[in-house]
């Protein structure tokens, strides 16, 4: 082969190299902004929040009505714990009260003797707590009630409220507003992803992710526990599309 020829035949190779090489860049080129295009796509979403409040009456109250009694004996004992009861039974009938609503627990009996180390004694030896206990719906009739219940200490029935025993009242209709909540915070939260996407030239587009966040229930303050706040918060990823 002369010189000519193989001078040629290098030219040749290295212009079709070339055209490859060019080929495969614009490709490849093509390929990587494709890619960029789906990659800033993927990634265009807002996270936001949606809250939903609402205050309801509470529609159940538990009424603990815990008291004491002491004797020298266990008759006397048993005798003051019944008396007491039915003074408290008929304090509540006459307030309206169904005498199916109460029950009562077995009494906690102390006998003060054996707890006494070195001191003084008491003047009766047992001691003994029981607790009747108020389940009802009349919510506003508990709250008439409960500041009329010092006619039981005019009649010798030694009260004993504390936190442990203190009245609660409840709201148990939960199921039946949380479908609306959950719809209000989800448009709660789509408001908050269009103020966002309005700010930031996008349009907001459809869910991707979405997490209920648990329902709670607290006192209104607590001065009025028989008014409940209900929150809920939702959590959802929206995605941003180009307007």
């Known amino acids: 082969m002369t010189s000519n020829s193989r001078s040629t035949a290098v030219l040749g190779g290295a ?40 205050q ?3 529609d159940m109250v538990l009424w603990p009505l815990n008291y004491t009694v002491n004797a020298n004996t266990l ?15 008929d304090f509540l009938e006459a307030r309206g009260f169904d005498a199916a609503q109460v029950s009562v627990t077995p009494p906690r009996i102390t006998d003060q003797f054996s707890q006494t180390y070195g001191g003084e004694r008491p003047d ?13 719906d009349n919510v506003n009739g508990v709250i008439a009630a409960v500041p009329e219940a010092t006619a039981l200490v005019r009649q010798g029935v030694l009260l004993s409220p504390s936190y442990e025993y203190r009245t609660e009242f409840l709201f148990t209709g939960l199921d039946a ?16 992803a269009q103020q966002f996407a309005e700010d930031s030239g996008s349009g907001v587009g459809g869910i991707r992710q979405a997490t209920q966040g648990y ?3 607290e ?18 990823d929206y995605a941003l599309e180009e307007e």
């Open 219 to 236: 006192d209104l303050d607590s001065y009025t526990p028989h008014i409940k706040r209900i929150r809920v918060v939702t959590t959802i």
């Open 177 to 192: 507003i949380k479908p609306e909540m959950i719809a209000a915070a989800t448009a709660d939260a789509r408001n908050a």
């Open 215 to 217: 329902f709670s229930i």
């Open 124 to 136: 009766e030896r047992y001691r003994a707590e029981a607790t009747l206990l108020l389940r009802t």
């Open 56 to 58: 309801v009456d509470a």
């Open 75 to 89: 008759t006397d004992l048993e005798g003051q714990l019944s008396q007491h009861e039915q003074l408290i039974r």
């Open 15 to 54: 212009l079709l190299l070339g055209g490859l090489l060019a080929l495969g860049l614009a490709w490849s080129g093509s390929y990587v902004k494709s890619a960029a295009e789906v990659w800033q796509q993927s990634s265009r979403s807002v996270t936001v929040r949606g809250l939903a409040e609402r």
